[in-house]
């Protein structure tokens, strides 16, 4: 799953987050990459995505 976007709030990455948990019976295995941006917020959002996803 790639997210593209550099504005992802809270809100939207719980969202993907309860869409990833929705495909566990059709998926073996997740990857998630957050585009790589200037800012460098991707390793923020990645961190927020595994703790909602446990």
């Not at 790639?2 to 969202?15: A, F, M, N, P, S």
């Not at 869409?19 to 019976?25: I, N, Y």
């Not at 073996?28 to 995505?49: C, N, R, V, W």
């Amino acid at each position: 799953l790639r997210l593209r976007r550099e504005d992802y709030q809270t809100i939207d990455i719980e969202c993907w987050a309860e869409f990833v948990r929705q495909q566990r019976a059709n998926w073996q295995d997740a990857f998630i990459y957050f585009k790589h941006e200037e800012s460098g917020i991707g390793p923020k959002l990645a961190t927020q995505m595994m703790e909602l996803l446990g």
